[in-house]
């Protein structure tokens, strides 16, 4: 995975990487941004696959979806929990009720760095009622879980405290996500140093869009992109339409990535792009249709890769 050479890296890792790298290798000196590519590891996108594989799995074995309030939903927050308590995460469940149904958020803490400085990723875990949502939003879901999983093989100590959460309810109104924001204290609050939020990052006819909420956030997933020599657009398609709307209410700086739902992808965006013009960005936006076959895999593997790449850069 090739990263912008803007990156720095303490001089002996930088060393100590670029030894790791050409090891046993017939290529030349490894450039300045392969050592770099250290910093943060490449997210296998079979294993992200393989979490879409188990959603999948529970939507079938439960009615068809991942909705709030139904079986499906609360099996996939078991299955992401198990996963994240056999990796060494500190989780917890929140419980709210919305439309007279139970619903769930997952967070998931990751032991050590500065209580006080937490980075936190995210992603609503429920689909809407008429289908399994592997891209709405199995896509955000599995590259969050996979990134943490990616922390804990990486035995990964950051400078700042690393937090992850699986919203519930976001189909209905972002309401897992803003129950939890108004239940912080004021303090609590002002500890999160930034929210970063992916919905939808591996649709079928993707687009690379980049939130333009905070510059910074921002500038982490250009340079990450420039670094793919991967053209992107600002997100436009929905300002407030998804879980960071409650956090950067709050004062919360966010950001995060989105491939694209009902709007159609332009002649123009396919030279930067490739897929189909005039087509939606994700023709199964909503429906039954959103299964493991509606997920580009290209996108899903670059945009779970700069998930690492984001949660790398802003935490160390
Ligand atoms: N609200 C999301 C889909 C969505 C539409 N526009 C945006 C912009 C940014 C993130 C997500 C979205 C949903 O239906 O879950
Ligand atoms: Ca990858
Ligand atoms: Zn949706
Ligand atoms: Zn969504």
Redo the contacts with the bound molecule.
């Keep these: 995975m090739k990263l912008p050479v803007s990156w720095s890296v303490p001089a002996a890792a930088a060393v100590a990487a670029a030894m790791l790298l050409t090891s046993g290798s017939i290529a030349g000196a490894a450039t300045k941004a392969d050592v770099e590519a250290a910093a943060a590891p490449d997210i296998p996108v079979a294993n992200v696959k393989a979490h879409l594989t188990q959603l999948q799995s529970i939507a079938t074995a439960n009615g068809g979806n991942r909705a709030h309030g139904r079986p499906g939903y609360k099996a996939s927050l078991d299955y992401v929990k198990a996963k994240l308590d056999a990796a060494g995460f500190t989780t917890s469940i929140q419980q709210f009720t919305s439309s007279g149904r139970t619903g769930y958020n997952l967070i998931a803490d990751w032991p050590g760095g500065d209580a006080n400085q937490i980075v936190m990723a995210g992603s609503?875990l429920d689909s809407v009622s008429s289908g399994a949502g592997i891209n709405?939003?199995g896509s955000g879901s599995a590259a969050v879980l996979e990134t943490a999983l990616a922390v804990s093989r990486a035995a990964y100590k950051p400078t700042k405290h690393l937090r992850f959460a699986w919203w519930g309810a976001?189909?209905l109104g972002l309401v897992g996500s803003r129950y939890y924001v108004n239940n912080l204290s004021s303090t609590d609050r002002s500890k999160i140093s930034g929210y970063l939020?992916f919905?939808?990052i591996g649709s079928p006819n993707p687009g690379y869009f980049v939130?333009d909420d905070d510059p910074a956030i921002e500038k982490t997933f250009k340079d990450y992109y420039a670094g793919l020599g991967v053209a992107t657009e600002i997100?436009t398609?929905?300002d407030g339409?998804?879980d960071h709307a409650p956090f950067k209410s709050a004062g919360v700086p966010v950001g995060?990535l989105?491939t694209g739902?009902s709007r159609t992808k332009t002649a123009a965006q396919v030279t930067k792009w490739g897929g189909t013009a005039g087509q939606s960005f994700d023709r199964c936006?909503?429906s039954s249709c959103d299964t493991t076959s509606n997920i580009n895999d290209t996108a899903l593997d670059r945009n779970s890769d700069a998930v690492a790449y984001a949660v790398w850069e802003l935490s160390e």
């Design positions: 609503h709405d939003n976001e189909e939020n919905d939808m939130y997100e398609e929905g339409r998804s995060g989105f739902a936006y909503h």
